[in-house]
Nanobody, 114 residues
């Protein structure tokens, strides 16, 4: 059974930084598709930073500010978020694909206050 658990969200001021963590069990983060998405009320969930193998892709809105990384030994995925803006406020979800299915965590709230 695949489990995905995010942590690290919170309240931060504009220009601040947060690092989100995602612990995965039941599947390996060493390969395949995985990443971070976010969602705000009334909007669709959007991809923020994803990786497939060694290839990473970022939403235009976070390029240069967010960095996705992983620790294969700990089987964890991370999202370093710098220079945060109010529009980054959202629930952030970690996901990993197993077979044809995306497995999601419960999400972690990030709130950027001005």
């Amino acid at each position: 059974q695949v489990q995905v658990v995010e942590s690290g969200g919170g309240l931060v001021q504009v220009g601040g930084s947060l690092k989100l963590s995602c612990a995965v069990s039941g599947s390996s983060v060493s390969s395949g598709y995985m990443g971070w998405y976010r969602q705000t009320p009334g909007k669709q969930r959007e991809a923020v930073a994803v990786m497939y193998g060694e290839v990473t892709n970022y939403a235009d809105s976070v390029k240069g500010r967010f960095t996705i990384s992983r620790d294969n030994a700990k089987n964890m995925l991370f999202l370093q978020m710098n220079s945060l803006k109010p529009e980054d406020t959202a629930v952030y979800y970690c996901t990993i694909r197993t077979g044809v299915t995306l497995r999601w965590g419960q999400g972690t709230q990030v709130t950027v206050s001005s």
